[in-house]
């Protein structure tokens, strides 16, 4: 995420694109520039957390989804 020298502006874009709000933004980015590993390890885990749940609840909303495909395909359907 703070790869190829970003600038604080490309961060914080890539941070709302993963769902941060602004006001979560404006907390997160002092915290990381005064140096503080734990606090910020913290905050980027905790939206982590929040986007491994969409991403599963969309993976049961797709496994679901592909059911009812294969079960169609496989009905003799004339």
Known sequence: M?????????I???MEDAGYTR???DAFIPVWQSGN???SL????KQ??????SIHKKQAE??????????FSSRNIE
């Not at 703070?2 to 490309?10: D, L, R, V």
């Open 12 to 14: 914080k874009q890539n």
């Open 23 to 25: 006001e979560e933004i």
């Open 37 to 39: 590993k734990a606090e």
């Open 42 to 45: 913290r905050l980027l885990s």
């Open 48 to 53: 982590r957390k929040v986007l491994l749940v």
């Open 62 to 71: 797709l496994e679901r989804l592909e059911g009812y495909a294969h079960a």
């Open 2 to 10: 703070f790869e190829n020298n970003q600038t604080i502006e490309e």
